[in-house]
């Protein structure tokens, strides 16, 4: 089991930036940034793996960066050039692999950083 707390949410002007830090208590799996914008469903903008390879929604490929400092077990997304439609509650996760799908399972949620960009 593993514990996931985010930090660093808040408003910013569009075209600004911001960066959401997300403290682990163990190192194993893979994770992912997350968002819910209001009236939908939640969606997976960042992952990284366990090998480092990362993944990124067409939505903000190019203006986000998912990284992973394993001495500080923490997950950063550094998000820039925000846009109205970034707005939403941010969620860290972090999953078990699946061989078997190749895709990651995300059991473990943090409880979300507002992020407002108006």
């Known amino acids: 089991h593993v514990q996931l707390v985010e930090s660093g949410g808040g408003s910013v002007q569009p075209g600004g930036s911001l960066r959401l830090s997300c403290a682990f208590s163990?190192?194993?799996?893979?994770m992912a940034w997350f968002r819910q914008a209001p009236a939908k469903e939640r969606e997976g903008v960042a992952y990284?793996?366990?090998?480092?390879?990362?993944n990124y929604a067409a939505s903000v490929k190019g203006r986000f960066t998912v990284s992973k400092d394993n001495a500080k077990n923490t997950l950063y997304v550094q998000m820039n050039s925000l846009k109205p439609e970034d707005t939403g509650v941010c969620y860290c996760?972090?999953?078990?692999?699946?061989?078997?799908?190749?895709?990651?399972?995300?059991?473990?949620w943090g409880q979300g950083t507002q992020v407002t960009v108006s």
């Open positions: 163990l190192n194993k799996y893979c």
């Open positions: 990284i793996y366990s090998d480092g390879r990362t």
């Open positions: 996760a972090a999953g078990v692999w699946s061989a078997v799908q190749g895709i990651c399972d995300f059991a473990y």
